[in-house]
């Protein structure tokens, strides 16, 4: 099993910045990629963005040029700094892991991001 813990959500004007993180333990020495997916009220969650143990990355292209992740692998933790954000970024925030050679996924509680305009 793998507990993740976030941190960082809150309420920014538009074009501002806010950082979220997010924290693993447990069975931390099978993950594979550490990532963040967002689901707004009324819409179907989406994956904002991975990176793997070595550094490779997958941005969804809406956050793509704004967005940045980030992972130390010795602290297991994982940051999304978000950059310039749009009111359209306004949902909810969940951290997730996943295992090599598994279909296994944990999920954060959490975390709230409200742009305002």
């Known amino acids: 099993q793998v507990q993740l813990v976030e941190s960082g959500g809150g309420l920014v004007q538009a074009g501002g910045s806010l950082t979220l993180s997010c924290a693993a333990s447990?069975?931390?020495?099978?993950?594979?990629?550490m990532g963040w997916y967002r689901q707004a009220p009324g819409q179907q969650r989406e994956r904002v963005v991975r990176?793997?143990?070595?550094?490779?990355?997958n941005y969804a292209d809406s956050v793509k040029g704004r967005f940045t992740i980030s992972r130390d692998n010795a602290k297991n933790i994982v940051y999304l700094q978000m950059n310039a954000v749009k009111a359209e970024d306004t949902a909810g925030y969940f951290c997730y892991v996943d295992w090599r050679f598994s279909a296994r996924i944990f999920w954060g509680q959490g975390t709230q991001v409200t742009v305002s305009s």
């Open positions: 447990g069975s931390t020495s099978r993950i594979k990629y």
């Open positions: 990176i793997r143990g070595d550094g490779f990355t």
